[in-house]
């Protein structure tokens, strides 16, 4: 059995960084991920006027002492560079406060939508300015504080719209009412309210809309969980080749929703055991095909894909049009480089569907998204000649992950 401690959760590390800079005191957050989307919310914070500091364990923890009143900058200029959770989450913090802040991002992030969350601040009365495209960055908020109310959200494409608004609640005069429609993620929004509750906050769930009471956010000392997104690809690693590894800090309490990946292994044929703060996977040899509803854990869809041709059968992944306006569009990507691959798929609207074969070499198109990196590095475990066209990529959230990965399961298939 392989041990593998993982980087802290990217979904965690963003959450409680706003929690953190909102909160009343000081608050040290516990091995949160430092990658390049974390940085820049974190290097976002500082330009708005938060103090965040290195603590203790090597550098590794931050101290970050929170402005409940909002930042302390009245102008910033802030560069999200990939991080949508940077562009959604922290427009939503300036608008507590009182000054005027830019938001730009890369060209990838530019092409992503913003709009349900600019139509929503704008209807709680905050100026919201669109430079370029309407809903979408470069954006500025002209903020004067937030009275709050109800207001009504489509949050078809993206949770992080309601993550961003009931992170919002608390720091408004009257709290907030949101009644949401097409909800997808669900499990993210679930992290969002179980971590207000550690910041002081308590979320109450009336069917589809969600009350935020005033009041605002409590410091507190807070160990962020390795990310679950990332231990999919070293579960399916298992699965695919095999051989069993254990994910420690992962267990039956983990605030993630994709630790359900393992779900779909274990009716894959995979071995799974889930303990309080551990979760094993091991192969058994046989991986069977399946049809699988991935809609709230989407983020995990192209590790499926990229051992889903090793499968006895097809494998038919469905409801995930939220995966089209990722980092790329996941749909066309996993179809695009599993047909580099010489693997058969056919591909609609929220659906992937994939026929078994035996993978040739090829590169991967990765498309400046590091899951697609991640995934297909999987299937190259098990195929020889595969490579990444940007290889890189995967410092968006785990810098390290060629290097660890090679540690766990040896080079890829046909090297040395």
């Given at each position: 059995m392989t041990t593998v401690s993982l980087p802290g959760s990217k979904s965690v590390t963003a959450r409680a960084l706003f929690l953190a800079a909102a909160a009343e005191g000081v608050t040290t957050l516990r091995r949160p991920l430092l990658a390049d989307d974390t940085e820049a919310f974190a290097e976002g914070l500082e330009r708005l006027g938060y103090a965040v500091e290195r603590g203790a364990r090597d550098g590794e923890d931050r101290r970050i002492t929170g402005r409940p009143a909002g930042p302390a900058a009245a102008t910033a200029d802030i560069m999200c560079r990939d991080g949508a959770t940077v562009a959604r989450f922290l427009p939503g913090l300036v608008a507590a406060g009182r000054g005027e802040y830019r938001f730009d991002a890369s060209e990838q992030l530019r092409r992503r939508p913003i709009g349900p969350l600019v139509t929503a601040l704008r209807e709680l009365g905050v100026r919201v300015e669109c430079e370029e495209a309407e809903g979408h960055l470069p954006l500025r908020v002209v903020a004067d504080g937030v009275k709050g109310g109800e207001l009504e959200l489509d949050a078809g494409l993206s949770s992080q719209y309601l993550t961003a608004l009931l992170l919002l609640g608390p720091l408004t005069d009257e709290g907030l009412r949101i009644t949401v429609t097409g909800l997808v993620s669900v499990p993210y929004v679930e992290i969002t309210i179980a971590m207000m509750?550690?910041?002081?906050?308590?979320?109450?769930?009336?069917?589809?809309?969600?009350?935020?009471?005033?009041?605002g956010y409590r410091a507190a000392d807070y160990a962020v969980e390795p990310d679950a997104s990332t231990a999919s690809y070293f579960f399916a690693a298992a699965a695919l080749t095999g051989r069993e590894v254990t994910v420690p800090g992962?267990?039956?309490?983990?605030?993630?929703?994709?630790?359900?990946?393992?779900?779909i292994l274990r009716k894959m044929g995979a071995e799974v055991r889930v303990g309080e703060d551990t979760t094993t996977v091991r192969g058994t040899g046989t991986l069977r095909g399946v049809t699988v509803n991935m809609r709230d854990i989407s983020d995990t869809m192209p590790t499926l894909a990229a051992i889903a041709p090793f499968a006895d059968g097809p494998v038919r992944i469905e409801d995930v049009y939220n995966t089209r306006i990722k980092e790329s569009d996941r749909l066309d990507a996993c179809a695009d480089n599993l047909g580099r691959l010489g693997i058969r798929t056919a591909t609609g609207r929220d659906w992937l569907e994939i026929h078994p074969g035996t993978p040739v070499g090829a590169e991967?198109?990765?498309?400046?998204?590091?899951?697609?990196?991640?995934?297909?590095?999987?299937?190259?475990?098990?195929?020889?000649?595969?490579?990444?066209?940007?290889?890189?990529?995967?410092?968006?959230?785990?810098?390290?992950?060629?290097?660890?990965?090679?540690e766990v399961w040896g080079p890829p298939a046909g090297t040395t």
């Open positions: 509750r550690s910041f002081g906050v308590t979320v109450e769930r009336e069917g589809d809309t969600f009350v935020v009471p005033p009041g992962l267990g039956r309490g983990a605030l993630q929703g994709d630790l359900r990946f393992v779900d991967i198109g990765c498309r400046r998204d590091h899951r697609m990196a991640m995934s297909f590095s999987v299937t190259a475990l098990r195929t020889p000649g595969i490579t990444l066209d940007d290889p890189e990529c995967v410092k968006k959230t785990f810098p390290d992950f060629h290097r660890v990965f090679a």
